[in-house]
């Protein structure tokens, strides 16, 4: 099950997921967690895992932190006022 945040007046998906190249299963990660270097295994395959290359962590950092300013920006927009 997804784990909603609400931003203002919008709502976004919390949890991320990434196919099982071997068996389609749904893996349950978190990308700040990866770039700590840990992995995440299928939960049907534990011989399968993902995880984030040291040399794209910064590159996965950066694109993260702009990802947070982009939520920022949206949790403080004002919702349009319908026209009369």
Known sequence: MAHLVKL??????????????????QIPFDPYVMLSGEQFSCPECPSVSIGIAPESREIVRNSLDELENLK?????????????
């Open 8 to 25: 203002g007046n919008y709502i976004m998906v919390d949890q991320q997921y990434i196919p099982c190249p071997d068996c389609d299963s």
């Open 72 to 84: 920022k920006q949206l949790a403080n927009m004002k919702p349009e006022q319908p026209s009369s």
